[in-house]
């Protein structure tokens, strides 16, 4: 039971049901009489909008602590959260970054000040911030966390309800930012106590103890999942050899991005040394994951996805709906997926990178039953709300292995799991620097194509025969982000000369290899 306590009251809940909260923001327990708006249009606050516009990205919030992130824009933000989403009670946890108290303590009492409670869940994952806003009273959730950036930088992942704000939405919060029209009131901090105890039990309960003994390799990066993961893998059952699993905010191992084969080196010679049938790593805050089979050889995520995706499908009714087969992947993944997909009896949807959009699909179609990113974002949607965990996508892999026999009594080994799978030769995801205006040089991109059968969801990716090529340009950086894909080698020259004598006059291509 997850508990939460403030000097002069306490209460518990116990999932969403005990909450005595509803949410419109007069019924918030603990604030007294109404908030009411006030213009704070102070010489320093407007400096401080101006300064820090850039921060303002398309998924999230982030920049370098103390000089772009502050903590009087933290007290700021916290304000324009409140006011403008008009909520009365957030969700806040942060990770394990130098600047994280400080940002935090301000963020805190600035959402205080308009009236609005915090249900505090200190330092933890993503994840299980994301699970708060199913089980605890709260209408908004934020993270403070640059996930896998370099300890100089931090960050704020900010969910409406279960959906995160980005694109559009976090353009608008950033007007009310610069407005400095805010709410003012008397909310209260309270802390929660024992939620990631309630937490590995769901998590435990909902995946269920894998069937058989499994040994493996966890590496979290000395990122903030570490000892929550270890915590669940005893939970599960699970002979875990943790690797770098300690807290240290320097990160002076690698980098905590398990999706970048350079990072999963540790972990590959260390399922190897321990005879672990796989390995696992996890990226900065808990959202992410990546994996490497028994011979230390990395899978790319959307390969791990087809895992996914073939077992929530499986588990389907024969007569189930369109809605109910669909599964969604961003631009950047392989054919090979759509059809792993498709074989399954599955549907599949490409749409655009980034995982506020991949949620919003889901919002709109509460029948799908996952999504995935190339990005190592999984969001298992059949039994789980759809939210990115690394943790519990963890142990939905471990329930999927252990149905089978070990390697050792005639199962299937780790690898051998991915069989089903052609692996299409493919470049590497090249980053472009933009050379010019992104919109006109994304325009002169799509007319070099124009005869060509082209998706435009997100940038444009070209079908060929044989293959594909993509580019998109990126929402966080001034770079084109390329990849292409080949039935075979032969294919893939092929595609990659018909790119350059199109578009090679426009940028530099050297990188797309």
Same mark, same amino acid.
């Given at each position: 039971?997850?508990?939460?306590?403030?000097?002069?009251?306490?209460?518990?809940?116990?999932?969403?049901?005990?909450?005595?909260?509803?949410?419109?923001?007069?019924?918030?327990?603990?604030?007294?009489?109404?908030?009411?708006?006030?213009?704070?249009?102070?010489?320093?606050? $407007?400096?401080?909008?101006?300064?820090?516009?850039?921060?303002?990205?398309?998924?999230?919030?982030?920049?370098?602590?103390?000089?772009?992130?502050?903590?009087?824009?933290?007290?700021?933000?916290?304000?324009?959260?409140?006011?403008?989403?008009?909520?009365?009670?957030?969700?806040?946890?942060?990770?394990?970054?130098?600047?994280?108290?400080?940002?935090?303590?301000?963020?805190?009492?600035?959402?205080?000040?308009?009236?609005?409670?915090?249900?505090?869940?200190?330092?933890?994952?993503?994840?299980?911030?994301?699970?708060?806003?199913?089980?605890?009273?709260?209408?908004?959730?934020?993270?403070?966390?640059?996930?896998?950036?370099?300890?100089?930088?931090?960050?704020?992942?900010? $969910?409406?309800?279960?959906?995160?704000?980005?694109?559009?939405?976090?353009? @608008?919060?950033?007007?009310?930012?610069?407005?400095?029209?805010?709410?003012?009131?008397?909310?209260?901090?309270?802390?929660?106590?024992?939620?990631?105890?309630?937490?590995?039990?769901?998590?435990?309960?909902?995946?269920?103890?894998?069937?058989?003994?499994?040994?493996?390799?966890?590496?979290?990066?000395?990122?903030?999942?570490?000892?929550?993961? @270890?915590?669940?893998?005893?939970?599960?059952?699970?002979?875990?050899?943790?690797?770098?699993?300690?807290?240290?905010?320097?990160?002076?191992?690698?980098?905590?991005?398990?999706?970048?084969?350079?990072?999963?080196?540790?972990?590959?010679?260390?399922?190897?040394?321990?005879?672990?049938?796989?390995?696992?790593? @996890?990226?900065?805050?808990?959202?992410?994951?990546?994996?490497?089979?028994?011979?230390?050889?990395?899978?790319?995520?959307?390969?791990?996805?087809?895992?996914?995706?073939?077992?929530?499908?499986?588990?389907?009714?024969?007569?189930?709906?369109?809605?109910?087969?669909?599964?969604?992947?961003?631009?950047?993944?392989?054919?090979?997926?759509? *059809?792993?997909?498709?074989?399954?009896?599955?549907?599949?949807?490409?749409?655009?990178?980034?995982?506020?959009?991949?949620?919003?699909?889901?919002?709109?179609?509460?029948?799908?039953? @996952?999504?995935?990113?190339?990005?190592?974002?999984?969001?298992?949607?059949?039994?789980?709300?759809?939210?990115?965990?690394?943790?519990?996508?963890?142990?939905?892999?471990?329930?999927?292995?252990?149905?089978?026999?070990?390697?050792?009594?005639?199962?299937?080994?780790?690898?051998?799991?991915?069989?089903?799978?052609?692996?299409?030769?493919?470049?590497?995801?090249?980053?472009?620097?933009?050379?010019?205006?992104?919109?006109?040089?994304?325009?002169?991109?799509?007319?070099?194509?124009?005869?060509?059968?082209?998706?435009?969801?997100?940038?444009?990716?070209?079908?060929?025969?044989?293959?594909?090529?993509? $580019?998109?340009?990126?929402?966080?950086?001034?770079?084109?982000?390329?990849?292409?894909?080949?039935?075979? *080698?032969?294919?893939?020259?092929?595609?990659?000369?018909?790119?350059?004598?199109?578009?090679?006059?426009?940028?530099?291509?050297?990188?797309?290899?």
């Amino acid at each position: 039971m997850a508990r939460w306590h403030h000097p002069a009251r306490a209460c518990c809940v116990r999932g969403a049901e005990s909450s005595g909260w509803g949410s419109s923001r007069d019924s918030v327990r603990g604030v007294s009489g109404l908030w009411r708006l006030t213009s704070t249009h102070r010489d320093d606050e $407007c400096r401080i909008a101006r300064k820090v516009v850039s921060v303002f990205k398309a998924y999230d919030i982030r920049g370098i602590a103390g000089s772009e992130l502050t903590v009087e824009f933290a007290n700021t933000l916290g304000k324009a959260v409140a006011t403008h989403l008009d909520v009365g009670a957030v969700a806040v946890a942060r990770d394990i970054r130098d600047s994280g108290a400080e940002l935090h303590a301000a963020f805190v009492e600035g959402i205080v000040s308009t009236g609005a409670d915090v249900l505090d869940l200190g330092v933890t994952t993503t994840g299980v911030l994301y699970r708060a806003t199913v089980d605890l009273p709260v209408q908004a959730a934020v993270a403070i966390t640059a996930s896998h950036n370099p300890p100089e930088y931090n960050g704020f992942k900010i $969910c409406h309800g279960k959906l995160p704000v980005a694109g559009d939405d976090l353009q @608008m919060l950033r007007e009310a930012f610069e407005s400095g029209e805010f709410r003012e009131g008397a909310g209260s901090h309270f802390t929660v106590e024992n939620f990631e105890d309630q937490y590995i039990d769901i998590v435990v309960e909902n995946a269920g103890k894998p069937a058989r003994p499994i040994r493996i390799v966890l590496d979290c990066g000395n990122a903030v999942p570490g000892p929550l993961a @270890m915590r669940l893998m005893e939970g599960l059952g699970v002979d875990a050899v943790p690797l770098h699993c300690d807290w240290d905010n320097s990160f002076p191992n690698h980098p905590p991005d398990p999706t970048r084969p350079e990072n999963m080196t540790d972990l590959a010679a260390a399922v190897v040394e321990s005879g672990a049938e796989f390995g696992i790593g @996890m990226d900065g805050d808990g959202d992410r994951m990546g994996v490497v089979d028994e011979t230390g050889r990395f899978i790319h995520p959307d390969r791990l996805m087809a895992i996914f995706a073939k077992d929530v499908l499986s588990n389907l009714d024969s007569d189930a709906s369109e809605d109910e087969r669909t599964v969604y992947f961003d631009v950047k993944c392989s054919m090979a997926l759509e *059809e792993a997909i498709a074989a399954a009896g599955g549907v599949p949807r490409m749409v655009r990178t980034g995982h506020s959009f991949m949620k919003r699909e889901l919002w709109d179609n509460p029948q799908a039953p @996952m999504a995935g990113e190339m990005s190592g974002h999984f969001f298992l949607h059949d039994r789980w709300p759809g939210f990115d965990d690394s943790l519990y996508n963890s142990a939905r892999l471990l329930e999927i292995i252990g149905r089978d026999p070990a390697p050792a009594d005639g199962g299937p080994s780790f690898s051998e799991r991915f069989s089903f799978l052609p692996d299409y030769p493919s470049t590497g995801e090249a980053k472009i620097p933009l050379p010019g205006e992104r919109e006109e040089v994304m325009a002169a991109v799509e007319a070099a194509f124009a005869d060509m059968e082209c998706s435009t969801v997100d940038g444009i990716r070209v079908s060929y025969e044989d293959g594909w090529y993509l $580019c998109r340009a990126s929402n966080t950086e001034d770079i084109l982000v390329m990849r292409a894909e080949g039935r075979s *080698e032969v294919a893939l020259e092929g595609i990659l000369a018909d790119v350059n004598a199109r578009i090679g006059h426009i940028a530099d291509l050297s990188a797309l290899r």
